[in-house]
């Protein structure tokens, strides 16, 4: 292999007819001179170099040369048009370099040329009208990956010694000439140009396709298609290797004669508006070696016939409506490497242990977001050469068997949001090269075992919310990469080991286990002492989840209101200097007028966090011997109307309680002040980062990193928002309704996880009652805020939870649009649900919120379609919410549910694609 420049002594070889210096290192610039003294040249191919700088204009001087092939280098600037003087030309592959401007029109003359390739550059302009008539002898032409625009002329039809033609990529418009099937050709690639097809016109080419009887490939994705899927696709050529449906607004049934194309080896549908069940002749295409129907909205059962692809290696499934228990036969697939049917949540039985006997499963098997339950069956340890198992949110039950540790080779084990039981097993620590293990959310006892300490490559640990107890296992700390743990709500106890990667974890969360002592500072946990008597010593001072950041200042801004766990109820007015008794124990202790106002320096203004409906929100400094502790106090405005009200209501509704996702109240004020007026406030723990409203809508003209929310930041927002809505909903004895779900009362926290706060006109379900008076709508109004308050309630109907989830839908659309409700451009019929709704598919990267992109979290090049993919999801989930009828609305389990996979798949993705 050759490296370097290109020998100035080469000019001296004046007879050479061919020069092929393909496939080497060289850089530099190509000869200026090359066409002035290598001038018997026929044929010229520097590929795949490092050459920069222009084509050098020399090389029309070659009169003899018939190709030249300057494809995968770095050369830029215009293609000459002296080019087109070159009459015997046949193959010209400036390809994949970073050429701009038009092409120039001489080299549409070349009626020689058989194959004209300059895909992957940065070209632009429009295709001439009658390229039909200009390429008679044209076999191969692309343009793909530039910036052509306008409509592809009908002519091109024309072009009938056409073998492959390659358009995509390019911002065309327009319809596809409904006559593309006199060309004959063996490739078409159409996908990602924008043009479009509908009921009534544009999709005529595809059953004009069905005359290129020699058809290989056909790529039609990713455009502007909509209407149903026209039925001649199944009578495209038998010899069609692969076809590409997917990213399209296309909707209908799949053909029922799809198994027509018994040549396909590849088939895919995804992210379309498809449903329907899937027909019993895809059997038939027993060539398909990869099967996509991901992100529809298929339904039914799984057709036992899918048995029949034996050749079948990738089979992806997920987001659909797919029902039913999963056949036992796709165990008969022994080429099977990847199998994801999740987020279909009506699929349901056991895991057929006939799938988990596939020892070919090597990338990736994913069952996560159905309704499957039952054990894990111990046959899972027969998948040595598992990469990834993912099985989150379903019902599955019993012990995770001790043969998983069998799976050596896996990096993702996500079996969360289940109801497994028992220890965990001590074969985790052979799984050694384990990146990611999330126990979260299931009924797992016992000790965290020490074998977690093998997993020399664990980067992230979460085992929250089971009953895990006895002490975190010192040797965690030694695991290197480790950059987050969630621990939380467990029954944890002893000293928190604070050496090693303890001393730099991203994030750590250890809240709910108050038996932990000692760790770190930042943890805020009670020291270790040998007379620990369990009792938290620090009166303000208790374990929270938090961001240990790396890098940067914390930023100390607004920490809006509002709670969750309310130990206080309405005293009688006129008790002077008496506080309230706590509701359920002496856990926190009362805090006195003086204290607070201490705290605040006299409720300054230069404390003010944010005013709100009834009162205001100050951040307090409470000191305690050698400690200080920042928190935020809400004072009410005792005399606004209704504040003393909402007082109560909030402590009404939020005594018992207590999830991680609900603003943490840590204890209250109900005093009389020195002038001998009322006093009530309330205290919660600090909020660094503000409320939501302020990242969504900074105040600052100037956008950047510091100010906006990437992604992945949004979605795990909106996940911690869901959950909590569906504790308060689904979980709560009595159920609680919050009834101001927006922007300003969603919390984050310093590692920038969410909390529901303002349960002050919250409507609890039930026989409660506040001073006498039944919690009830009259003596609130309407609940909720403009925007986002359900229109329902505008009607006189009574609360409910389906209130909730229609200001969830819009305070999603409004996440990742960036658009207020509000917004002066929602008028007349216009809001922001229709806003979404229209935009839907298409167009929704044009409506999503344009501040994502200034997160440099991924390759915006490479992830574009997983991004715009995640979004129609989440906007589906968003529209859904926030229909004008109740009974149409998502309900908030399945919401959140959706949420949760979202997001999974998505971090998944972006996780893979960092590594890559």
């Known amino acids: 292999m050759f490296s370097g420049i290109v020998p100035a002594n080469l000019s001296f070889c004046t007879g050479l007819t061919t020069l092929i210096l393909h496939y080497n290192q060289l850089n530099g610039h190509i000869p200026v001179d090359i066409g002035d003294t290598l001038t018997h040249l026929q044929g010229l191919s520097l590929m795949e170099n490092t050459f920069t700088g222009f084509i050098p204009a020399s ?198 004669d799809v198994g027509n194309l018994v040549g396909l080896s590849i088939l895919e549908i995804g992210h379309t508006f498809m449903s329907g069940g899937i027909p019993e002749s895809i059997g038939k295409l027993v060539n398909l070696v990869q099967l996509y129907w991901d992100n529809n909205s298929f339904s039914g059962l799984i057709p036992p016939s899918i048995g029949n692809l034996t050749q079948l290696e990738w089979l992806l499934a997920p987001n659909n409506s797919l029902e039913g228990p999963i056949p036992a036969n796709l165990g008969t697939l022994e080429n099977l490497q990847i199998l994801d049917l999740s987020m279909n949540y009506k699929l349901n039985g056991s895991i057929p242990k006939e799938i988990l006997g596939l020892t070919s499963l090597s990338s990736q098997l994913d069952l996560s977001y159905n309704s499957l339950s039952g054990p894990l069956p111990s046959e899972v340890g027969r998948l040595h050469n598992l990469n990834k198992l993912i099985l989150p949110g379903n019902h599955l039950s019993g012990e ?56 020399h490559d664990l980067e992230q640990l979460y085992l ?8 975190i296992p010192a040797v965690i700390q030694d695991l290197t990469l480790l950059s987050k743990m969630d621990v939380s709500f467990n029954n944890l106890q002893g000293e928190m080991p604070k050496g090693g990667v303890f001393r730099n974890l991203t994030y750590i969360s250890v809240a709910g286990n108050s038996m932990l002592c000692g760790g770190i500072p930042q943890l805020h946990l009670a020291p270790c002492s040998t007379n620990q008597t369990g009792k938290n010593k620090r009166k303000w001072s208790k374990s929270i989840t938090i961001a240990l950041a790396t890098t940067g200042p914390i930023l100390l801004i607004i920490s809006v209101v509002f709670l969750t766990h309310i130990f206080c109820k309405k005293t009688t007015r006129g008790q002077k200097g008496q506080l309230p008794p706590m509701l359920i124990g002496e856990k926190y202790q009362r805090v006195s007028y003086h204290a607070l106002s201490a705290g605040t320096n006299g409720f300054s203004e230069e404390n003010l966090l944010g005013k709100g409906r009834y009162g205001v929100v100050y951040k307090c400094i409470m000191d305690d011997e050698d400690t200080s502790t920042t928190v935020a106090v809400k004072v009410f405005n005792l005399q606004q109307s209704g504040s003393s009200r ?31 007026q009322e006093f009530k ?28 929310l990437s992604l992945a930041q949004r979605l795990d927002i909106v996940v911690d928002v869901a959950d909590a809505v569906e504790y308060l ?3 709560c004895e009595p159920s609680i309704i919050h009834c101001d779900l927006k922007p300003r009362n969603i919390l984050l926290a310093e590692d920038m996880s969410a909390r529901v706060g303002d349960f002050g006109i919250s409507k609890v379900l039930g026989e409660s009652r506040i001073g006498n008076q039944n919690n009830s709508n009259s003596t609130i109004g309407i609940r909720g805020s403009i925007g986002y308050v359900a229109p329902e309630y505008g009607e006189g109907s009574a609360v409910s939870t389906a209130g909730d989830v229609f200001s969830l839908g819009i305070l999603l659309l409004e996440m990742f649009t960036g658009r207020n409700p509000t917004d002066d451009m929602f008028k007349d019929s216009l809001n922001l649900h229709k806003f979404a709704d229209d935009a839907l598919g298409d167009k929704t990267l044009e409506i999503s919120d344009s501040t994502i992109w200034l997160h440099p979290e991924l390759n915006a090049s490479i992830a574009s379609n997983r991004i715009k993919e995640c979004l129609i999801s989440i906007f589906r989930i968003g529209i859904s919410c926030s229909k004008q009828q109740p009974k149409d609305r998502m309900l908030i389990r399945d919401a959140a549910v959706q949420m949760h996979a979202i997001r999974d798949e998505y971090l998944m993705f972006s996780t893979e694609l960092y590594v890559t």
């Open 464 to 471: 929250a919310r089971n009953n895990f107890s006895g002490p």
């Open 681 to 708: 406030a309330l205290v919660f723990e600090f909020m660094p980062n503000g409320s939501l409203e302020d990242w969504l809508h900074p105040k600052s003209e100037e956008l950047t990193l510091s100010n906006t």
């Open 646 to 676: 909402s007082f109560d209501i909030e402590c009404e509704a939020l005594r018992l309680v207590r999830h991680r996702c609900l603003l943490n109240i840590i204890t209250c004020c109900s005093s009389i002040d020195p002038q001998g």
């Open 59 to 256: 090389l029309a001087n070659l009169s003899s040369l018939h190709a030249v092939s300057l494809k995968r280098n770095l050369l830029h600037g215009p293609i000459l048009d002296s080019l087109g003087k070159l009459a015997g030309l046949q193959f010209l592959n400036f390809e994949d370099n970073r050429l701009s401007g038009v092409i120039p029109p001489s080299l549409y003359n070349l009626s020689s040329l058989t194959n004209f390739a300059v895909g992957g550059n940065k070209l632009h302009g429009n295709i001439p009208a009658d390229i039909g008539d200009r390429f008679p002898m044209i076999q191969e032409f692309s343009l793909d990956d530039n910036q052509f625009s306008g409509a592809i002329p009908s002519s091109i039809s024309n072009l009938t010694t056409l073998e492959g033609l390659w358009l995509s990529q390019n911002r065309f418009s327009g319809f596809v000439p409904p006559r593309l099937g006199r060309l004959q050709s063996r490739i078409l690639f159409l996908h990602e140009t924008n043009v479009e097809a509908n009921d009534r016109e544009g999709s005529e080419f595809i059953t004009s396709m069905a005359n290129c009887s020699q058809l290989r490939i056909l790529l039609i994705g990713n455009n502007s298609f909509s209407g149903r899927l026209p039925s001649s696709i199944a009578n495209l050529s038998t010899t069609l290797d692969s076809l590409y449906l997917g990213y399209n607004n296309i909707s209908g049934h799949i053909p029922s």
């Open 400 to 455: 995770i068997p001790d043969s998983i540790g069998n799976c050596i080779v896996l990096e993702f084990l996500l079996l969360d949001r289940n109801s497994f039981e028992g220890s965990m097993p001590q074969s985790f620590g052979n799984i050694k090269g384990l990146r990611v293990l999330n126990l979260t959310m299931n009924k797992l006892s016992g000790a965290i075992p020490d074998t977690l300490g093998s997993m």
């Open 729 to 731: 909903h689904n979980h």
